[in-house]
């Protein structure tokens, strides 16, 4: 069946970022895929998870820069980093701030991000 989704449902977030979910548990009731627009102010981050989903993350404009046992994954407009279930990862932004989308599988829920207090 077709569903036609008119808008997003702006999600409060501390710290300034701006998360718009055009799909998801909140905005759509989908619990299977969740589908974000986010928009960060320079410098902001955020706690470590270690996620009970894959989540995609296509940068639009910025720099977004992933935190992980490797190392930092240093992600630019136009790339797109994966995460994986269970991999510990802490996500913050460059000095310019980042617009970007993310794709989470199943859907993001607070309780299955399961940040660091």
Known sequence: MVRKIEGPSRIPVPGGKLIDEHVGRVNSGDEA????????PPGWDEPAQ???FTEYT???RGTVLVEHAGGTTEVSA???????????VRYRVGDEGAEYVAVCLPAFSPDSANRDE
Do not use: N, R, Y
């Open 78 to 88: 136009g790339q797109t980093v994966v995460t994986e279930p269970g991999e510990k």
């Open 50 to 52: 270690a996620p009970a």
């Open 33 to 40: 895929i969740s589908i974000a627009h986010m928009v960060a």
């Open 58 to 60: 296509l940068v639009l």
